[in-house]
């Protein structure tokens, strides 16, 4: 499993299936091993992450590890906790209104199936309408948050995306902030054994 996970790994970072798509250089960014207890699946880096190499390293990241997850760097970075990827291993680039690309669809289909073969996580929690869509397509968006969902056969969460972007989305649906993510968060912590308060 060790071998095909490190395999798996070396051929994704050496993929540069997009070089046609994007103005600069494919730059694949995605962490963890296989026997990380939690497979996160989100869309595509953002500049932040490609530059430091480091994936939620950014406003995005400081949301949902601070104060939707609530824990620290040291637990989400530990390869044991968090195999974290996305649909889109690579920046795809500055859309044309505020926020970035949509990431390609051809990386999923390469690359996530594959991915998630190896991890041996106990659940997944999926980030944003577009990894939700993939995964679970032509569902409604509001329906796979607010209710547990299954994917390939264990138990999964969708959240909205962290990004400030996606203020007015927070508004209309309060109950993701007040109600909701305390749910989630509670499993989170329960799955990696953290001390409740
Ligand atoms: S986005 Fe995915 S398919 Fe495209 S170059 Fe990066 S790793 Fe390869």
Known sequence: MD???AQLKQDILSCRECRDLFQHEPCPIFQGGPMAKIAQISQA????????QRPFNDVSGKKLKQEWYQIEDDV???????????????????????????????????????????????IYIIIGAQAANYLFPNQN??????????????????????????????????????ERIVEIRRIIHNILELDEE
């Open 45 to 52: 880096p953002s500049l932040k992450v490609q530059e430091t």
């Open 76 to 122: 989400f970075y530990n390869p044991h906790c968090f195999y974290i990827t996305s649909i889109g291993h690579c920046y795809p680039g500055k859309g044309k209104g505020s926020g970035d690309k949509l990431p390609p669809k051809r990386c999923a289909d390469l690359w996530l199936a594959k991915e998630l073969s190896l991890i041996q996580n106990e």
């Open 3 to 5: 071998e095909k996970f």
């Open 141 to 178: 968006f509001q329906d796979l948050i607010f209710k547990d969902q299954v994917l390939y056969g264990k138990p999964a969460y969708v959240l909205p995306h962290p990004s400030p972007l996606n203020r007015r989305w927070f508004k209309q649906y309060p109950a993701f902030e007040q």
